[in-house]
């Protein structure tokens, strides 16, 4: 069983910066997707960005290419998501999901490991 958690959330202004981390434990395969998802208020969970925690290519939505970053340090078994130039349409909660199926599932459904999420505000 895998267990993520996620941290770096906050409250930050337009054009801020904000890195979220998720702390994986448990048995993770270095083959499994890592994904980071959003949640805006009353709205629908969507997809922000996915890599494999080995390494290799990564997926971005377009509303946040060239703004976020996903990472990983397979020696800390955690993923981070740095997000720059944030706008006020990126609040949301924010959650980390593991997951062995592709990294371009979008759906988030073949994700089967998911952290409890956390809140990102901006601020205009």
């Known amino acids: 069983q895998v267990q993520l958690v996620e941290s770096g959330g906050g409250l930050v202004q337009a054009g801020g910066s904000l890195r979220l981390s998720c702390a994986a434990s448990g048995r993770t395969v270095s083959s499994d997707a890592m994904g980071w998802f959003r949640q805006p208020p009353g709205k629908e969970r969507e997809f922000v960005a996915a890599?494999?925690?080995?390494?290799?290519?990564?997926v971005y939505a377009d509303s946040v290419k060239g703004r976020f970053t996903i990472s990983r340090d397979n020696a800390k078994n955690t993923a981070y998501l740095q997000m720059n130039s944030l706008k006020p349409e990126d609040t949301a909660v924010y959650y980390c999901?593991?997951?062995?199926?592709?990294?371009?599932?979008?759906?988030?459904?073949?994700?089967?490991?998911w952290g409890q999420g956390t809140q990102v505000t901006v601020s205009s």
């Open positions: 999901a593991s997951g062995s199926g592709s990294i371009y599932d979008r759906s988030g459904k073949s994700y089967n490991h």
């Open positions: 890599c494999r925690w080995s390494g290799g290519s990564t």
